[in-house]
């Protein structure tokens, strides 16, 4: 639709993602909301002389645009092409997988696929090279956790990576090796560099045709704007395929969250934080402090409940996040810091307070990203220094399995979004998309229930961090939309802002908490044109 005035009526308009009070009708007018209410009132609500187009919602539910806090759209995007190992339950079947893929692909070219989750399979365990070895004959293969924090490789893969026994772990990083001392093929952190060095990176044409591909994948959930963190072919690839994509017609909104290594090229230019336009704006600086809790790198205090003989990884030491922390707070960019154990989020919280005292400056919103692992003193922390919590909701739907195995009694100040909302912690919702699917219902299912994807347990996994409908939609709205200095922009359908919404089959605060997952996206709207609508 190319209309620039446009009346969405007999809908019921939410306006503020905790109100309860509905509206039947909102004027759009040149990507902006300029009425909502009543729909005669909405239909003379523009200038003179201008004749909207009217579209009829036919009383369906309307919400304020979903905005994912953190993914990775590039990746979601590539990965869409490569083998997807989600629905993987044993090691016998991920070998199926892969000799098939074989099967078709080319010499010389890699398999590649995510997904796969040994907690999930029947055998509990981690593929290796000898498994990967007799699916694939000669082809190399490279296949992600779902946490994306370690791959598997077979022989033929490590052979191209010159990955062997005298292979020295790298700093931030380990090579998983068998009795003997040889590589099993499990490379975790930023070992995964070793292959990743060795893996060619898509073209401009298939990094633009995939990220096109992944934002169709996300208009289609209801998602108007992603803040996403992204690294292919460098700054200046990351930034032109964005901008390309926009002007071949894809409306969704981005904040991209550069890697820190991007830091110096930032620097060459005028952008800062918020810099851009509607479509397009530069973001916080991404960097990392520890790895997963499924895959055991996430940096613990103490040892993991499940293997006393880790505790963890930081990926990166605290002097060098201490430096990145600070010239970038010196720069007047956000961070977001990779933060899911509570050493990991001591040492974040420690850099981002010696910026603060190095140098005070009005609030950066400064980003600790997913903040699943914590204490009382840690939350503490966040709200004194007036740290934002990027969280994923959906994450509990797969760790409750093994959480408490892993970390024990720390569980009872985990995944505490109840409690940091108590605090008066700022909270945004994402999905870490592809590390779990980018469905925003499932995140709020998933945080006003805190039961998995079949209704398990039955009465939620530590209920009393379960948060209410409006909390959980206001992280995926206002929340989010605060992280990015945009909550006057975006977040709700208050006129004056983006008229970016999303048609919902039901409405999500008359419905059991059980039904949330299964509410179908019907219609998106970005800037007040119709982006997505379900056949």
């Given at each position: 639709?190319?209309?620039?005035?446009?009346?969405?009526?007999?809908?019921?308009?939410?306006?503020?993602?905790?109100?309860?009070?509905?509206?039947?009708?909102?004027?759009?007018?040149?990507?902006?909301?300029?009425?909502?209410?009543?729909?005669?009132?909405?239909?003379?609500?523009?200038?003179?002389?201008?004749?909207?187009?009217?579209?009829?919602?036919?009383?369906?539910?309307?919400?304020?645009?979903?905005?994912?806090?953190?993914?990775?759209?590039?990746?979601?995007?590539?990965?869409?092409?490569?083998?997807?190992?989600?629905?993987?339950?044993s090691i016998v079947e991920l070998k199926a997988i892969v000799k098939a893929a074989a099967e078709s692909t080319r010499e010389g070219e890699w398999i590649l696929g995510r997904g796969?989750?040994?907690?999930?399979?029947?055998?509990?365990?981690?593929?290796?090279?000898?498994?990967?070895?007799?699916?694939?004959?000669?082809?190399?293969?490279?296949?992600?956790?779902?946490?994306?924090?370690?791959?598997?490789?077979?022989?033929?893969?490590?052979?191209?990576?010159?990955?062997?026994?005298?292979?020295?772990?790298?700093?931030?990083?380990?090579?998983?090796?068998?009795?003997?001392?040889?590589?099993?093929?499990?490379?975790?952190?930023?070992?995964?560099?070793?292959?990743w060095a060795h893996i060619p990176e898509p073209g401009p044409e298939a990094l633009l045709e995939a990220t096109k591909k992944a934002m169709e994948y996300l208009l289609a959930r209801?998602?108007?704007?992603?803040?996403?963190?992204?690294?292919?072919?460098?700054?200046?690839?990351?930034?032109?395929?964005?901008?390309?994509?926009?002007?071949?017609?894809?409306?969704?909104?981005?904040?991209?969250?550069?890697?820190?290594?991007?830091?110096?090229?930032?620097?060459?230019?005028?952008?800062?934080?918020?810099?851009?336009?509607?479509?397009?704006?530069?973001?916080?600086?991404?960097?990392?402090?520890?790895?997963?809790?499924?895959?055991?790198?996430?940096?613990?205090?103490?040892?993991?409940?499940?293997?006393?003989?880790?505790?963890?990884?930081?990926?990166?030491?605290?002097?060098?996040?201490?430096?990145?922390?600070?010239?970038?707070?010196?720069?007047?960019?956000?961070?977001?810091?990779?933060?899911?154990?509570?050493?990991?989020?001591?040492?974040?919280?420690?850099?981002?307070?010696?910026?603060?005292?190095?140098?005070?400056?009005?609030?950066?919103?400064?980003?600790?990203?997913?903040?699943?692992?914590?204490?009382?003193?840690?939350?503490?922390?966040?709200?004194?220094?007036?740290?934002?919590?990027?969280?994923?909701?959906?994450?509990?739907?797969?760790?409750?399995?093994?959480?408490?195995?892993?970390?024990?009694?720390?569980?009872?100040?985990?995944?505490?979004?109840?409690?940091?909302?108590?605090?008066?912690?700022?909270?945004?919702?994402?999905?870490?998309?592809?590390?779990?699917?980018?469905?925003?219902?499932?995140?709020?299912?998933?945080?006003?229930?805190?039961?998995?994807?079949?209704?398990?347990?039955?009465?939620?996994?530590?209920?009393?961090?379960?948060?209410?409908?409006?909390?959980?939609?206001?992280?995926?709205?206002?929340?989010?939309?605060?992280?990015?200095?945009?909550?006057?922009?975006?977040?709700?359908?208050?006129?004056?802002?983006?008229?970016?919404?999303?048609?919902?089959?039901?409405?999500?605060?008359?419905?059991?908490?059980?039904?949330?997952?299964?509410?179908?996206?019907?219609?998106?709207?970005?800037?007040?044109?119709?982006?997505?609508?379900?056949?």
């Amino acid at each position: 639709m190319n209309a620039k005035a446009t009346v969405y009526q007999n809908g019921s308009f939410y306006v503020l993602p905790n109100e309860t009070r509905k509206r039947e009708a909102l004027a759009a007018y040149e990507g902006r909301v300029i009425y909502v209410g009543d729909r005669d009132a909405a239909k003379d609500a523009f200038p003179a002389g201008v004749t909207p187009e009217v579209v009829d919602l036919g009383g369906k539910t309307v919400l304020p645009g979903f905005i994912d806090s953190h993914m990775h759209l590039m990746s979601l995007g590539l990965g869409l092409r490569n083998l997807s190992l989600s629905d993987v339950r044993s090691i016998v079947e991920l070998k199926a997988i892969v000799k098939a893929a074989a099967e078709s692909t080319r010499e010389g070219e890699w398999i590649l696929g995510r997904g796969w989750d040994q907690d999930f399979m029947r055998e509990k365990r981690y593929p290796n090279r000898r498994d990967l070895d007799e699916a694939s004959g000669d082809k190399p293969v490279c296949l992600t956790r779902a946490c994306g924090h370690l791959v598997v490789l077979n022989s033929k893969a490590l052979e191209i990576c010159g990955i062997t026994r005298d292979t020295p772990d790298p700093e931030g990083g380990a090579i998983d090796r068998d009795q003997y001392g040889d590589p099993t093929g499990v490379l975790r952190e930023t070992a995964q560099e070793l292959a990743w060095a060795h893996i060619p990176e898509p073209g401009p044409e298939a990094l633009l045709e995939a990220t096109k591909k992944a934002m169709e994948y996300l208009l289609a959930r209801g998602i108007t704007s992603v803040h996403t963190n992204d690294g292919y072919g460098g700054y200046s690839t990351v930034v032109e395929t964005y901008k390309k994509a926009h002007s071949e017609n894809m409306p969704l909104r981005v904040y991209w969250d550069l890697p820190v290594s991007y830091l110096d090229d930032l620097v060459a230019t005028p952008l800062r934080t918020g810099d851009g336009d509607d479509y397009f704006r530069i973001g916080a600086v991404k960097m990392f402090a520890d790895g997963s809790l499924g895959g055991r790198t996430a940096a613990l205090e103490e040892p993991y409940n499940d293997d006393p003989s880790t505790s963890g990884i930081l990926v990166n030491s605290e002097a060098a996040l201490k430096e990145w922390v600070y010239r970038a707070h010196c720069l007047g960019m956000q961070v977001a810091v990779h933060a899911i154990g509570d050493r990991a989020a001591r040492v974040s919280l420690e850099a981002i307070s010696e910026a603060q005292s190095r140098l005070p400056r009005s609030p950066l919103r400064h980003r600790i990203v997913h903040a699943q692992i914590l204490s009382p003193h840690l939350i503490s922390e966040m709200k004194r220094l007036g740290v934002v919590a990027d969280v994923q909701p959906k994450f509990i739907t797969t760790d409750l399995r093994w959480a408490e195995d892993r970390v024990g009694y720390r569980m009872r100040c985990s995944y505490a979004w109840k409690t940091m909302l108590r605090a008066g912690i700022p909270l945004a919702g994402g999905s870490d998309s592809p590390v779990e699917p980018p469905d925003p219902m499932w995140g709020i299912y998933a945080a006003v229930t805190r039961k998995d994807m079949d209704g398990n347990p039955r009465g939620g996994y530590y209920p009393n961090e379960r948060i209410s409908v409006s909390d959980a939609v206001h992280m995926f709205t206002m929340g989010a939309a605060f992280a990015a200095f945009e909550e006057d922009v975006k977040g709700t359908l208050e006129p004056g802002k983006l008229a970016d919404f999303v048609v919902l089959s039901h409405d999500p605060f008359a419905i059991s908490s059980d039904r949330l997952k299964d509410v179908e996206v019907l219609m998106t709207v970005v800037g007040g044109e119709i982006a997505y609508q379900k056949a």
